[in-house]
């Protein structure tokens, strides 16, 4: 409820992944909509605090920023490694063209529970000019003629922390997709803060390889992932 900034992170064991990032990220967008962050040594002590006083062996750790207060919460996370089927919409989310994880989130969930209707896992968002922008909670990369592309923040994308890496580490390249190039791809993963990398199996029906390539970038992000 209400409107402010979010962070969500994955924590294994205790430990919180990509926090720095994650911070670096908030406190940049902070600056921009004048939303007021603690210090950052407060919000360490918080979430040290936090995670000793909820464990979980696998959690996703949120970090909320609003002009009123500054919320974090630890629960269990369920981790899905299974496949993902997408399917495309031209029904674009209202903070598409935002680069700012900001809440309320009701439009992206919403296109999120759209995709759980017809028996899939996710959405492509398409812009009025056919050009791919993200999921309702995912980035993406596509493989197309052999390389691997995720869309560029100019196409109204959130910055993920995920595709960073992708793009930094395993030679995702940030180029201009459109939906004919989502029509022909070879292959695809989604990416998160939560999920990291899962293979896509289908996009609207049309199976997708899942093969070595697909294996390896999912795997290298896992790797990194689980060593910060």
Not at 41 to 54: H, K, N, Q, R
Not at 148 to 162: D, E, Q
Not at 198 to 207: E, K, L, M
Request: proline letters at 4%.
């Amino acid at each position: 409820l209400g409107t402010g900034l979010f962070e969500t992170m994955r924590t294994e064991n205790g430990s919180v992944q990509f926090l720095a990032r994650h911070m670096r990220r908030v406190i940049a967008s902070a600056r921009v909509l004048k939303i007021p962050v603690p210090d950052e040594d407060l919000i360490s002590e918080a979430v040290e605090e936090l995670l000793a006083a909820t464990p979980h062996d696998l959690g996703r750790l949120r970090l909320s920023f609003s002009n009123e207060r500054f919320i974090a919460t630890h629960e269990s996370y369920s981790s899905d490694s299974n496949p993902f089927k997408v399917i495309v919409s031209q029904e674009l989310s209202s903070t598409v063209g935002r680069q700012y994880k900001v809440f309320p989130y009701s439009g992206r969930l919403g296109l999120l529970q759209e995709a759980i209707a017809v028996g899939c896992d996710e959405v492509i968002q398409i812009d009025k000019d056919d050009r791919v922008c993200e999921g309702a909670v995912s980035n993406y990369a596509f493989r197309v003629d052999g390389q691997w592309r995720t869309p560029p923040i100019t196409a109204g994308i959130l910055p993920g922390v995920i595709r960073a890496l992708a793009v930094e580490k395993c030679g995702v390249v940030v180029k201009d997709l459109s939906r004919a190039d989502v029509t022909y791809c070879e292959a695809a993963i989604v990416m998160s803060s939560l999920k990291i990398a899962i293979p896509v199996t289908s996009i609207d029906g049309r199976s997708l390889a899942i093969d070595t390539d697909v294996s390896d970038i999912c795997s290298k992000l896992r790797q990194f992932a689980t060593a910060h």
